[in-house]
């Protein structure tokens, strides 16, 4: 596996995950970008994602109308900090053989992650959704 491959890769996401990066960077004044980053930290600090995790729309979500998933290439998701999101995955996903598994493993990580923010979201304002997602147990 190397890494100038999976920095130069595209990352797809659903629709229901591209729908939700739109609202949190419009309700957030950031990029989807952006978004997406804190989610794929949001999701690794979670642990060990299935291989079969899929996206679903939360009870009385209303979701933006996108046409297709949001794609990312992995230089424009992972800046110049792709090893350090590798060490990231790697301690939470142990051992991948393959660049396939690592990119599929960063997919669920991010879509989940956005879903995880989206679950806290609770109309406040992005301040309070950002501190929301801090557990007490992370200040210690």
């Known amino acids: 596996m190397t890494i100038a491959r ?38 690794l600090r979670e642990g060990p994602v299935s291989d079969n995790w899929k996206s679903s729309v939360l009870q009385a979500e209303e979701l933006y109308p996108v046409d297709s998933g949001k794609s990312l290439k992995g230089k424009t998701l992972f800046k110049n900090e792709l090893a350090m999101w590798m060490v990231l995955l790697s301690n939470v996903e142990g051992r991948m053989d393959s660049i396939d598994v690592a990119r599929s493993k960063f997919i669920l990580h991010w879509e989940r992650g956005v879903e995880l923010i989206a679950k806290q979201d609770n109309d406040e304002d992005w301040i309070h959704l950002i501190a929301s997602l801090c557990s007490p147990e992370d200040s210690q």
């Open 6 to 43: 999976l920095q130069n890769t595209t990352l797809t996401s659903s629709l229901i995950t591209h729908s939700r990066l739109k609202f949190m960077a419009n309700k957030l004044g950031v990029t989807e970008n952006i978004v997406s980053r804190l989610a794929l930290g949001v999701s």
